[in-house]
């Protein structure tokens, strides 16, 4: 015994040393084919928003500087201190989704399908054939099925075990979204969930940017949620970041003077990513390129809404991420067109951002165009830079910056867009989001060149 | 008091609807229609046999995991209906 015992620990240790060498081989290479032949392109969008179901009214809206913020409707949150939200009000999943789906999901999932649904459309994605190897599906999830979840504890609690349904099991699950997505239309390439909260909508993004340099050739990935429920709201609530504002006028103001934190929303985006030579091959049009991105963590204990010492000290986070995003789209300052912001409406966070963008951009950062379009809408987690994502692709395919709907009490050291949009050429869009816990991200989206 | 009455279609394709999201007519159930047919995967039938538990306060034989016809399946739940009243 003793003696197999020894030779099989031998074979183990030589079969571990072969594959770290061919592991780092692999590395290599890989490195070398990233940068070199693969370019990613966005050739498909799906919008599902508070301002606007469908990429087109969401984009009208948001040219517009619409908001949608109101009262809470999906509960009644009169006792709640935090009563305004962006819903999605618009967006009829009945006529659009198998009601056998339907009854197994949870709100978040239905508008991720509404999304992705108009995204494989708009990409002509049905071409390519239901079971395709070559489309994957890359999504991020911060909030789940929470009114699903809640909906069965409450049936757990109040009648007992045997009135909890089988779809508990799959409805509150971060992945959920991501799977029925793959399972609706048949998507079976390389599918992932990413969870960074806020920031995990430029994540997915360039976890599906990734996928597609690694042979991946399309990728349905973005985000959408829906965290306006009971529990939801609650579990957001603990933050101290919310806005306990008793108007909807002022409950959530990116960058001002008086702002008070943000609202929570329903809502988000699915892009189609495509390896560049393939969208051309197949003779679809290229809406931008996704050039950039980085992401990086600020370690500890959050910092809670007044302490500006906290919030000083992870600036330095997001400025190492857009220095790294723009280093890896190739770009300096000084090319950066518009800035889609994170625009958290919490004082020392907005001031946070600024100071991100000084050290990032240097004096370049006072004269480029600064919006947050989610001043609209409310902040969906991780939808909400999936969103701001799709408004940077419409953005540049119009020459338009959408304006900060409801600014007021501006920032002397920023150019924020207000009113109404800004009209500018633009290449090179810069796009931010910050997740809850420290999380820092970076995305550079870009017009095609050559395309 | 469980209800003892058997179970009808209109009844079978009302719970279909409501804890599967499947819609059919009562008359369109064939008489050797299968789950699969029905496009009810497993979770699905699981959800079925829970609902008919709640509202006729009975409780399955665990073979009825195993029925892959809706008409073996109703027999099953008739049966039990019949021995709880």
Request: hydrophobic share 45%.
């Amino acid at each position: 015994m003793t003696s197999k015992a020894a030779g099989g620990k031998a074979v183990t240790g030589k079969a571990a040393g072969g594959k770290a060498a061919s592991s780092r081989a692999v590395a290599s290479a890989r490195g070398t084919s990233d940068t070199a032949a693969s370019r990613t392109v966005v050739t498909g969008l799906g919008v599902v928003a508070p301002t606007g179901a469908g990429v087109s009214s969401y984009w009208q809206a948001t040219l517009a500087g619409q908001r949608a913020i109101d009262r809470i409707s999906r509960f009644d949150a009169s006792r709640y201190p935090v009563r305004f939200a962006g819903e999605v009000r618009a967006a009829d999943p009945a006529d659009q989704i198998d009601p056998r789906v339907l009854v197994q999901t949870d709100w978040w999932t239905h508008l991720a399908l509404l999304a992705a649904k108009e995204a494989a459309a708009s990409a002509a994605l049905d071409a390519i054939g239901r079971g395709s190897f070559d489309i994957g599906v890359t999504t991020a999830a911060g909030a789940g099925g929470c009114a699903f979840g809640q909906r069965e504890i409450e049936a757990l609690w109040s009648r007992g075990p045997r009135h909890v349904g089988p779809y508990q099991s799959i409805a509150w699950f971060y992945a959920a979204s991501t799977g029925q997505i793959s399972i609706a239309s048949g998507f079976r390439g390389p599918c992932a969930v990413l969870s960074s909260e806020s920031a995990g909508g430029l994540d997915a993004i360039a976890l599906s940017r990734r996928a597609i340099s690694r042979g991946s050739p399309v990728q349905l990935c973005g985000g959408t949620e829906a965290p306006v429920s009971p529990y939801a709201l609650v579990s957001q609530m603990q933050s101290g970041l919310l806005s306990r504002a008793a108007d909807a006028d002022s409950a959530y103001l990116p960058f001002s003077a008086s702002a008070s934190g943000y609202v929570p929303a329903e809502g988000g985006a699915v892009l189609v990513l495509e390896e560049l030579a393939h969208a051309r091959e197949r003779g679809t049009p290229a809406l931008a390129e996704i050039t950039g991105h980085a992401s990086a963590f600020t370690p500890g204990q959050p910092p809670h809404a007044e302490d500006a010492d906290g919030w000083a000290r992870t600036a330095d986070s997001l400025a190492f991420a857009i220095g790294a995003a723009l280093a890896d789209a190739g770009i300096g300052p000084s090319e950066v067109d518009a800035v889609f912001a994170d625009g958290m409406g919490v004082r020392n966070a907005d001031r946070a951002e600024v100071a991100a963008l000084h050290a990032a951009l240097g004096h370049h950062s006072r004269d480029i165009p600064v919006t947050v379009p989610k001043a609209g809408t409310g902040r969906a987690c991780s939808g909400a830079a999936a969103l701001d994502v799709a408004a940077a692709v419409l953005a540049l395919r119009d020459g338009l910056v959408p304006p900060t709907p409801g600014a007021v009490d501006l920032p002397p050291d920023i150019d924020l867009v207000t009113g109404a949009a800004r009209r500018r050429p633009l290449r090179h869009v810069l796009c931010l989001a910050r997740g809850f816990g420290g999380f820092a991200s970076a995305l550079v989206v870009s017009d095609v060149e050559d395309a | 008091m469980p209800e003892t009455a058997s179970v009808t279609l209109t009844e079978f394709t009302e719970i279909l609807s409501s804890s599967a999201g499947v819609r059919i007519a009562p008359d369109l159930v064939g008489e050797d229609a299968t789950f699969a047919e029905l496009g009810m995967d497993s979770l699905a039938v699981l959800g079925v046999i829970s609902a008919f538990e709640r509202t006729r306060g009975i409780i399955l034989p665990p073979d009825v995991h195993e029925t892959e016809s809706v008409s073996d399946f109703l027999s099953l739940v008739n049966e039990t209906v019949r021995k709880a009243g």
